[in-house]
């Protein structure tokens, strides 16, 4: 996965936000439009919309951009700095298994996962699926237990990617036709006929889409919250053979030689690009 890009109301507070408690790194700005992220990778891509209007409620778009951490360490410090500098973004926090994952809401009200994965040796799989659950995960005792000295006076020391980015949908089948069906991920797991999760490679999600907030909901007007989101494909030959694949469904594109832009059924805009 690559970068999320969110069209922003109030870029400076949102700027400092990302940067200050999710420990992110301005790696850019170009007048309304900031990147942040860690090392040379882009996370999020702020961009400044304030003739916008917020997201009409249960609505499509982005439910939450996963943040994925390499050491438990980092990701307590990651957390530990969320809490401190804006304890009311903190919505919660689960051990899912496969991941430990802590849960909050940026000022403008764009859902946010900040987690750790276990070692893919310890997933367990059934028939092609993952199993994951939602149990109870302390903050306070992880924070306690992996926060450093070090992470504490450098939290934004280390690397971090976005790991899966999850969409709210009005229909899960609809989903699994799109992203599955034609964009070509494979589906990991599901709940019931409210969530779908899928990936690429074994991974346990890349993308996942739920009904929770957003059942029946419709195409997105243009509003504030999710841009686009960005999937990262090997070579521009992989490129050029899902723009023939999503020809063949019948699927509108946007290809430029370099990226291939669509739109899946409720107007969430992709980009894929080449590593």
Same mark, same amino acid.
């Given at each position: 996965?690559?970068?999320?890009?969110?069209?922003?109301?109030?870029?400076?507070?949102?700027?400092?936000?990302?940067?200050?408690?999710?420990?992110?790194?301005?790696?850019?700005?170009?007048?309304?439009?900031?990147?942040?992220?860690?090392?040379?990778?882009?996370?999020?891509?702020?961009?400044?919309?304030?003739?916008?209007?917020?997201?009409?409620?249960?609505?499509?778009?982005?439910?939450?951009?996963?943040?994925?951490?390499?050491?438990?360490?980092?990701?307590?410090?990651?957390?530990?700095?969320?809490?401190?500098?804006?304890?009311?973004?903190?919505?919660?926090?689960?051990?899912?298994?496969?991941?430990?994952?802590?849960?909050?809401?940026?000022?403008?009200?764009?859902?946010?996962?900040?987690?750790?994965?276990?070692?893919?040796?310890?997933?367990?799989?059934?028939?092609?699926?993952?199993?994951?659950?939602?149990?109870?995960?302390?903050?306070?005792?992880?924070?306690?237990e992996h926060l450093t000295e070090a992470g504490q006076a450098d939290p934004s020391a280390g690397h971090a990617i976005v790991g899966h980015v999850h969409l709210s949908v009005g229909h899960v089948a609809t989903a699994h036709e799109f992203y599955v069906g034609r964009l070509g991920f494979e589906a990991t797991a599901s709940l019931g006929g409210a969530a779908l999760f899928v990936s690429?490679?074994?991974?346990?999600?890349?993308?996942?889409?739920?009904?929770? @907030?957003?059942? /029946?909901?419709?195409? %997105?007007?243009?509003?504030?919250? *999710? =841009?686009?989101? $960005?999937?990262?494909?090997?070579?521009?030959?992989?490129?050029?053979?899902?723009?023939?694949?999503? @020809?063949?469904? /019948?699927?509108?594109? %946007?290809?430029?030689?370099?990226? *291939? =832009?669509?739109? $899946?059924?409720?107007?969430?805009?992709?980009?894929?690009?080449?590593?």
């Open positions: 996965m690559g970068a999320v890009t969110l069209r922003v109301g109030n870029l400076d507070a949102m700027i400092a936000y990302y940067r200050d408690a999710v420990t992110l790194t301005v790696l850019s700005q170009d007048g309304p439009v900031a990147v942040l992220g860690r090392g040379n990778t882009p996370i999020v891509i702020l961009q400044h919309a304030p003739e916008l209007a917020a997201a009409e409620p249960r609505s499509s778009g982005l439910f939450h951009t996963a943040i994925l951490f390499d050491t438990q360490a980092q990701l307590a410090a990651a957390v530990y700095s969320v809490g401190t500098k804006h304890p009311g973004t903190f919505t919660g926090s689960a051990d899912h298994l496969v991941s430990q994952a802590f849960y909050f809401t940026d000022p403008e009200g764009n859902g946010i996962e900040l987690y750790w994965d276990r070692e893919r040796t310890a997933w367990t799989w059934t028939h092609g699926q993952v199993e994951m659950a939602t149990l109870y995960l302390d903050p306070n005792a992880f924070i306690g690429a490679g074994g991974y346990h999600h890349h993308m996942a889409m739920n009904t929770w @907030n957003s059942s /029946g909901s419709g195409r %997105r007007r243009l509003a504030l919250g *999710l =841009g686009q989101v $960005d999937i990262i494909l090997p070579t521009v030959d992989d490129i050029g053979a899902l723009d023939e694949r999503m @020809n063949h469904f /019948g699927v509108a594109t %946007r290809h430029d030689g370099q990226t *291939l =832009g669509l739109d $899946d059924p409720w107007g969430n805009q992709i980009v894929v690009r080449a590593r």
